[in-house]
């Protein structure tokens, strides 16, 4: 797990190196092992590195082909490196690291190696002999990868601070953008909160020759359902397939072990390690000593279970507040979470832990949150009322403006309600009229493709959630909150054959019984503990709410303060509302104005222009 940065120039141009080390200075913390550089006339390589596979210094990049033609910076790991490593038999390797391996396959297949691959990446590789670059990303989008491009160069790097530190362009607002932020909590899809600057979408590579660059996609799951295959198989195949997926991502020549919070996906995680394992395995948990926070409970249930070394890291809620200046400077990117990964990898890595399995991606999969069974109840309830009906109860809601209200009244004021439209109100933390008033703009927040593909409604949310939530904030903040560490996090439940396996099966098998996420349960039985399968969903807690309206006020006066300032939303506004939010009104999310925050300390950190 690393980090890289790189300047190409399409046709005249010439890199200069004292750049590229800069840009590996600014995000030294994704690889304290080693840093390294490679410049040649139009094109620059940065790459600083973080010691998983082969910890000698043959690993260090960048990394050049046997024959000297390619150049290779890659972040992330190759799980299946040996397997393909066999079919390369006739390359003569020189390390044992998977880089090495991804060169081999390039050099033979070119573009086709994508199909061999499985595993996390952003990988660039530079050809000599025609001055050509490609790079890449993993199916899933888990390793991320920015650029900024112009007419006459190329800027990428795994962060968008990497970007910056080339001084190469002026990082500016994407005003835009805002509504969006602040409706969603991020920005989704190829889009950043800056200007120009985009994401190398998940799946998707590119190559650039000359002053030509083209962007394409190279998977996509198979959505028809198959119909044939009987629940017995399905649980089969469930179970092998996560079995597998947590093997692979076993291999490590460092310290490392699994998030235990006590939850079915951290204990199915665990179950299968401690199963592919001969030996003990290592869990950790991050618990409170306030009962209300804990899980500690269920995670020492399942320790003992299977017998791990087990590790508890006590924290106080307050720890949150004292690092709080640190958190909000480790936001690459700003989001209304991440803060609690932050906490959480920092304690791991303390811990003397350098890699870490989770559970994240479990949820979206099988269907853990409230949406996938109320999405669809929800919309017959909305046709079976007449329009007239409708208007007349979004309009007495909004006498009684509760967060709950708010959501409900932009539920009953869409003129033709479909699956699309309920999710984007569902996922939405922003209601349409305080969006309009505190933004000055409204923008749909949701991409309907998602729905109108020919699969069940399970798997349609399935993909909304990957596009919306899991990938532009549950990866994004994990890889910049545990990277900020030098934590690498590893995600099982996001193995591409597990996620193309399970969008093929009937929305029926995976709602079968009454118990959250059934089908993964029901594959898992025997691993399973009943007391985790049945216990009440917790997630990780932490008082937010009471935060912002005392300890943190100040931060979000201080935030009110630089819109005043600068004249980028309306101050007037936004401080009646957090008065309303201090007053107990329930009229707003506490995660808003925790977004305020995270927004105008990143644009001061970054010294990015609101203008």
Excluded at 41 to 57: A, K, M, N, P, T
Excluded at 479 to 507: G, N, Y
Excluded at 547 to 558: G, P
Aim: proline letters at 4%.
């Amino acid at each position: 797990m690393c980090g890289i940065n790189g300047i190409y120039y399409f046709t005249s141009g010439t890199v200069e190196e004292q750049v590229i080390k800069e840009m590996n200075n600014a995000i030294v913390h994704r690889g304290p092992d080693n840093s390294g550089v490679f410049v040649k006339d139009q094109v620059g390589f940065g790459h600083v590195r973080l010691s998983i596979i082969d910890l000698s210094e043959s690993g260090n990049q960048p990394m050049f082909s046997a024959d000297n033609r390619f150049v290779l910076i890659f972040n992330g790991e190759i799980y299946n490196y040996q397997k393909i490593k066999s079919l390369l038999a006739d390359y003569p390797f020189k390390t044992s690291t998977d880089s090495e391996v991804l060169l081999a396959a390039y050099a033979k297949w070119g573009k086709q190696m994508l199909e061999h691959l499985e595993g996390m990446f952003a990988f660039a590789i530079f050809d000599k002999a025609d001055n050509s670059l490609f790079i890449a990303r993993d199916r899933l989008g888990i390793k991320p990868i920015y650029y900024y491009r112009t007419n006459n160069y190329i800027i990428f790097s795994s962060e968008i601070r990497g970007l910056i530190a080339s001084k190469l362009f002026t990082p500016q607002l994407d005003k835009n953008m805002l509504s969006t932020f602040f409706r969603s909590g991020t920005i989704a899809g190829d889009d950043t909160l800056l200007k120009e600057v985009k994401m190398l979408s998940p799946a998707s590579f590119a190559q650039i020759s000359g002053n030509a660059m083209t962007i394409q996609n190279y998977w996509a799951p198979a959505l028809e359902t198959n119909t044939e295959i009987s629940y017995a198989h399905a649980k089969k195949e469930v179970r092998e397939l996560f079995l597998q997926a947590v093997e692979k991502r076993l291999v490590a020549d460092v310290p490392f072990g699994a998030f235990l919070s006590g939850g079915i996906d951290s204990t199915a995680v665990t179950a299968a390690m401690s199963t592919c394992l001969s030996g003990a395995s290592n869990t950790f948990n991050i618990c409170f000593a306030e009962a209300a926070f804990s899980e500690s409970y269920y995670a020492k249930q399942v320790a003992k279970r299977f017998g791990t070394h087990h590790t508890e890291i006590k924290l106080s809620p307050n720890l949150f507040l004292e690092e709080i200046d640190h958190i909000l400077q480790s936001y690459d990117h700003p989001s209304v979470d991440g803060a609690n990964t932050y906490i959480v990898s920092q304690a791991t890595r303390k811990a003397g832990i350098t890699m870490a399995l989770s559970g994240l991606g479990g949820d979206e999969l099988f269907g853990g949150y409230p949406v996938f069974k109320q999405l669809q109840p929800t919309l017959q309830k909305l046709h079976k009322l007449p329009t007239p009906l409708r208007k007349v109860g979004s309009l007495l809601l909004k006498a009684n403006p509760k967060v709950r209200n708010k959501k409900m009244g932009d539920l009953l004021a869409l003129n033709n309600p479909d699956e699309a439209q309920v999710y984007e109100t569902f996922r939405s933390i922003m209601s349409k009229r305080d969006c309009m008033r505190l933004t000055g703009n409204i923008q749909a927040i949701v991409n309907p493709k998602f729905f109108t593909q020919k699969c069940g409604t399970i798997d349609k949310i399935t993909l909304a959630e990957y596009y919306h939530y899991l990938q532009p904030v549950l990866l994004r903040d994990t890889d910049q909150m545990s990277m900020k560490h030098a934590l690498e996090v590893r995600v099982p439940f996001l193995d591409h054959k597990l996620v193309e396996f399970v969008l093929t099966l009937p929305d029926a098998y995976k709602t079968k019984t009454a118990v959250q996420k059934s089908l993964l349960v029901e594959s898992l039985h025997d691993l399973l503990p009943s007391e985790i399968i049945h216990r009440k969903k917790m997630g990780f807690v932490l008082p937010w709410e009471q935060w912002l309206k005392n300890e943190l006020a100040t931060y979000v006066q201080d935030a009110i303060q630089t819109l005043q300032s600068t004249h980028l939303l309306n101050a007037k506004e936004w401080q009646s509302a957090f008065d309303d939010f201090k007053r107990g009104r329930q009229s707003y999310n506490w995660n808003i104005f925790w977004g305020l925050i995270v927004l105008t300390k990143w644009l001061k950190n970054n010294k990015i222009s609101s203008n």
